[in-house]
Nanobody, 120 residues
Framework: QVQLLESGGGLVQAGESLRLSCAASGIIFNVYNMGWYRQAPGKQRELVATISKRGDTDAADPVKGRFTISRDNAMNTVYLQMNSLKPEDTAVYYC??????????????WGQGTQVTVSS
């Protein structure tokens, strides 16, 4: 009914940039908070950044000043601009969205994940 499709991951060198995108599609009535999480090998999934429908943002301390989250409400899309990447940013990045469907159901949805690898 609802899908989150991520794109933009890849392999980069330390100091370089990447931009992730995540588009929500399906029988969507409204999209509330959207966000990005990441999971490194052997570690728990952690919050990277979130953005409300009106544009209020929050980011985890390790990425503040380097990563910027934004969204396009008309396109139901969230972005993560990642600058000054570090090897410790290597992880699978997951998109998350709080969505109400046209049937009235509201819950969290997750993307399939996109790999970001930063070499030193």
């Amino acid at each position: 009914q609802v899908q989150l499709l991520e794109s933009g991951g890849g392999l980069v060198q330390a100091g370089e940039s990447l931009r992730l995108s995540c588009a929500a599609s399906g029988i969507i009535f409204n999209v509330y908070n959207m966000g990005w999480y990441r999971q490194a090998p052997g570690k728990q999934r952690e919050l990277v950044a979130t953005i409300s429908k009106r544009g209020d943002t929050d980011a985890a301390d390790p990425v503040k000043g380097r990563f910027t989250i934004s969204r396009d409400n008309a396109m139901n899309t969230v972005y993560l601009q990642m600058n000054s990447l570090k090897p410790e940013d290597t992880a699978v990045y997951y998109c998350n969205a709080d969505i109400r469907t046209s049937f009235g159901e509201r819950r969290d949805y997750w993307g399939q994940g996109t790999q970001v690898t930063v070499s030193s």
